[in-house]
């Protein structure tokens, strides 16, 4: 018996709508067809990912930032355009692109606080 490794990332967030529609209209992810209640996924591979509703004794506005401690890395087809564009939104950037073993590479926070990590190499 042996975890083969991860299957399904969601991050609890404060409104769901809002954050969804964050990743859809910035990064140009798409919604499936079928969610759980209280969440909302989006067809990503190889791992899907969803944004959620807080689950019972979560408190997003507690003591640091939601996610701190955790690294979340997503691919794009081409970083730094990604990087300029959310960038040009208004979207707060926490690292500018830097070329890394893992292609162009920058990190910015979503409407929620969290740190997210683009990355344009396979």
């Known amino acids: 018996m042996t975890v083969t490794g991860p299957d399904f990332i969601a991050l609890q ?4 709508e809002r954050a969804a529609a964050f990743y859809e209209d910035r990064l140009g992810l798409r919604r499936t067809p079928a969610s759980p209640p209280g969440a909302i996924v989006f067809a990503t591979t ?20 939601p996610g701190l401690g955790v690294a979340l890395w ?5 970083a730094q355009k990604m990087h300029d564009a959310l960038d040009a939104a208004g979207v707060p950037i926490v690292t500018p692109p830097f ?3 893992f292609g162009r590479t920058f990190t910015f926070t979503d409407p929620d606080g969290y740190a997210v990590t683009i990355h344009d190499k396979q």
């Open 13 to 16: 967030v404060r409104d769901l």
């Open 46 to 65: 190889p791992v899907p990912f969803a944004v959620r509703e807080p689950l019972p004794g979560v408190d997003l506005d507690g003591d640091g930032r």
């Open 74 to 78: 997503l691919h794009a087809t081409d």
């Open 99 to 101: 070329d890394s073993p």
